[in-house]
C-alpha cells in the first residue's frame, strides 16, 4: 500500500516536471534573444541627424557678416583719393593740386570759348540781317550792339576812309581800307585764340605731371619695400595704387584738353569765315561808294 503511494506521488511529480521543462524552453524559443534587446540603442545616430542642420544655419550667419566685412573695406577704403591727400607728402599733394589746376582752367576756357563763338553766331546773322540793309555804313555800323566784331570791322573801314591824308594819303585808297580792314580781322581772329594756347599746353604736359606722380609713387613703393626687408603686399600697395592714382588723373585732365583744342579750332575757323566775308563785302562797299568820307 505504501509503495503504490510512493509511485503516486512519484507519477503526479512527473506530471508536473514534464509539462514545466516543455514549456520552458518553448517559451525561450517564443522571447527574442538578448542582442537584439540592445538594438534601440543603435538607433542613436538617426538622434544625431536632426542636429546636422545646425552647420547650415550658421553658414548664413556668417555670409551677412561678410558681407558686413565688405561693405566696411569699400567704404574705409585706405588706397583711395582721400587717402592719397591725407597720406601723401608735399611733392604728391602738389603734383594733384597742378592737375586739379589744369583741369578746371581747361573746362573753364572750353565753356567760354563755346559760349563766344554761339555769340558770334548770332552777331553774324544780326549783321547780315541789319547791315547791309541800313542807308549808309555809319548807321549800319551803329545798328550792331557794342562789342560785336563785326561793328568793329565797319567802324576801322570807316576811320580808314576818313584818316587817309598827310603821308597817309600817299598810299592807295584800295590798298588803305583793305589793310585797316584786314588789321581789324587779325584782332578778331585773335581775341577767338585766345585760351586755345593754355589748352594745347595742358594737353600735352598733362600726361607727363601723371607721369611724375607715377614715379614718385613707385619710389615710395621701393623705399618702403627697402625700409621693411620684404615685398609684402601691405607695403606696395598703397605707393603703387598713388602712382596708378595719379597716371589716371594725368590722362582724365589730357584727353579733354586736347579734344576741346581741336573742336574750338574747327569752330573757329567756321566763325573766321564768317568775319572775313564780311570784311571783303565792306571793302568793297567803301570803295564803290566815295561819298562815304564827306557824308560822316
Known sequence: MLNMTRLAALAAVLLVAVPAAVVAPVALAQTP??????????????????????APAAAPAAAPAAKSG????????????EALWKGGDLVAKITLAILVI??????????????EQSKMGRQAKLAEKKFWNAPSVRQGAEALKSGSPFRFIAESGLEATNKHEGLLGNVDLNTWISMSIQRAIDNVQSRTQDGLAFLATVGSTAPFVGLFGTVWGIYHALTAIGVAGQASIDKVAGPVGEALIMTAIGLAVAVPAVLGYNWLIRRNKAAMEQVRGFGAEL??????????????
Not at 534587446?37 to 541627424?49: F, I, K, Q, R, V
Not at 589744369?102 to 559760349?115: A, D, E, P, R
Request: hydrophobic fraction near 50%; charge should be neutral; aromatic fraction near 6%.
Open 33 to 54: 534573444p538578448p542582442a537584439p534587446a540592445a538594438a534601440p540603442a543603435a538607433p542613436a545616430p538617426p538622434a544625431a541627424t536632426p542636429a546636422m542642420p545646425a
Open 70 to 81: 565688405a561693405s566696411t573695406e569699400l567704404v574705409d577704403n585706405p588706397y583711395g583719393l
Open 102 to 115: 589744369m583741369s578746371m582752367g581747361s573746362w573753364y576756357i572750353i565753356i567760354t570759348k563755346v559760349y
Open 283 to 296: 571793302h568793297a562797299v567803301l570803295l564803290s561808294n566815295a561819298h562815304v568820307p564827306a557824308k560822316a
